[in-house]
Structures are given as structure tokens and as C-alpha cells.
């Protein structure tokens, strides 16, 4: 079954718009704070269509094969301050325009699925759709990082269908096993809830506990062939 329960749309009050937008004019900023919430909401809108696309694969394959390839699905809108700092930090402005054009992961969908092969299905079977354009593509998971972060990264555009426009959104899509999303949920909170560099002797530690969770995937793979295989022999 799928929890699609768990997204996590970051409301934003006036009060946080002051915060970032603080030289602007009141006027200003009541309209920046409008237009700031309909970017938000078009970027929901993709998360919507995207997920209901994965929802969809994951409905036709439990059909066919009587498994679910996806265990579950998050999705989150990138913090204001998270974006502030990361267009900051490449030089951009921090516009709405900017917002737009110069971040892709504004709109996050994290797909876990249960082996390593549903990862590979599901990207392709969902990038050959013909509303979906594939901007970018980093496969963590061939060529690991060197902390031994592995997980598949899709940035697309997707259109959304307003009353009277046509919008097309960037959403970045993370594709992971369970085990793989297990270490990466874990190490990110190590990370983020010690302000501190990892010494030399947890980086390893974390590293060496990136590559049981591969094991763990590949054993995890192996046993599904050897039941399937049993399965045909007994039939
Ligand atoms: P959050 O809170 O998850 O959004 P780019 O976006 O291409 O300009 P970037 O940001 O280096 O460059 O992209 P990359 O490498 O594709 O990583 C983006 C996201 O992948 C991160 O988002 C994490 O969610 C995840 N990620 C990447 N590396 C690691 C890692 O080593 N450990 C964990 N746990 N997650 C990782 P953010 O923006 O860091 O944060």
C-alpha cells in the first residue's frame, strides 16, 4: 500500500515572507507574499500529477506481477530558507523569478521502492511518458557518492492545466530502495542534527554501513529470483 500521507507542504506565513523579503515595501510584499503562494501551489500541482503518475505504474504492475514495486512515496516543497541559501550560494538572486528558473529541487517526490530493479522500471517506464521531459540524471546508484549515498536523481518538467494556462514545473524525483532510503533518512539526521563534520571514523563507519545496506539489496534480489524460480519448478 502506498503512504502518500506524508507530504510535507511547507506553509508560509506573512510573517516569514517579512523575514525574507524585509527591504520591500508593504505593498510590495503583500503582493509577493500572493504571488510567492500561487508559485507554491503550481509546484503542488506537479507533485500531484507526478505521484499520480507513479501511483498509476504501481497499480498496473501489482496487477500484473501481484507485487508492488513502490513502498512508499514523500513529497515535500524545499523550505524558504533552504532555497534563499541555496540561490545565495550559486550567485542567483532570491526572486521569485530566480525561485523558478534557477532551482530544480523546489518540488521534491522521493519514490521507495522494493529492489533495485523497480527503480530502474519505474524511471523508464515513467520517463518515456509523453508530457514528462527528462532535464537531468544522476544514477547515485551505479557510481555511489564517496560517503556511499546511493539512490537514482530524475529532474523533469511536467505540465500542470489551470483554469486558463498551461504551466510547465521542474520537479527533482528521487528513486530508492528501502535500504537504501533507510541509510539515507539516518545520515541525513546524523548530519543535520549535529552542526558538526564527520570525523574520519564515522565517515567510515557510515560509509561501511552504505555498503551492508547494498549487500542487503542484492541478497534481498537474489532470494526474490530463487523463490520466483522455485515458484515455476513446482507448477
Ligand atoms: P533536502 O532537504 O533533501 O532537499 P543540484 O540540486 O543538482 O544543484 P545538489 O543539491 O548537490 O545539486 O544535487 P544532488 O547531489 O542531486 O542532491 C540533492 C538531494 O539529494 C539532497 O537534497 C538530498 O535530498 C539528497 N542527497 C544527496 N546527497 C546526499 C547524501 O550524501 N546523504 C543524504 N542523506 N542525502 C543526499 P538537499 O538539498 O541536500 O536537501
Not at 543535520?192 to 555498503?211: H, P, R
Request: net charge negative; with cysteine.
Amino acid at each position: 500500500m502506498i503512504n502518500d500521507n506524508k507530504n510535507k507542504y511547507n506553509s508560509i506565513s506573512v510573517e516569514d515572507i517579512d523575514d525574507f523579503f524585509r527591504s520591500e515595501s508593504d505593498r510590495s510584499r503583500d503582493s509577493l507574499f500572493h504571488n510567492y503562494q500561487k508559485l507554491m501551489a503550481y509546484y503542488r500541482c506537479a507533485i500531484m500529477e507526478i505521484s499520480t503518475k507513479f501511483n498509476v505504474l504501481n497499480e498496473e504492475f501489482s496487477l500484473q506481477y501481484d507485487r508492488n514495486p513502490i513502498s512508499n512515496i514523500k513529497s515535500r516543497l524545499k523550505k524558504i530558507s533552504s532555497m534563499k541559501e541555496k540561490l545565495e550560494k550559486n550567485g542567483h538572486p532570491f526572486t521569485l523569478d530566480s525561485i523558478e528558473n534557477n532551482l530544480n529541487d523546489v518540488a521534491g517526490i522521493r519514490v521507495v521502492c522494493s529492489f533495485p530493479d523497480d527503480v530502474y522500471m519505474l524511471a523508464d517506464a515513467f520517463v518515456k511518458q509523453d508530457d514528462i521531459n527528462l532535464i537531468a540524471k544522476k544514477d547515485y546508484i551505479k557510481n555511489p557518492k564517496s560517503n556511499g549515498y546511493r539512490s537514482l536523481h530524475l529532474i523533469v518538467t511536467v505540465p500542470i492545466f489551470l483554469a486558463h494556462e498551461k504551466r510547465i514545473m521542474k520537479v527533482e524525483i528521487q528513486l530508492r530502495t528501502i535500504a537504501m532510503d533507510f541509510w539515507a533518512t539516518l545520515e541525513h539526521q546524523l548530519r543535520y542534527k549535529k552542526n558538526i563534520e564527520f570525523t574520519d571514523d564515522v565517515a567510515k563507519e557510515l560509509f561501511l554501513c552504505a555498503e551492508l545496506s547494498a549487500e542487503l539489496d542484492s541478497r534481498m534480489d537474489a532470494l526474490r529470483d530463487k523463490i520466483q524460480l522455485d515458484a515455476k519448478i513446482i507448477e
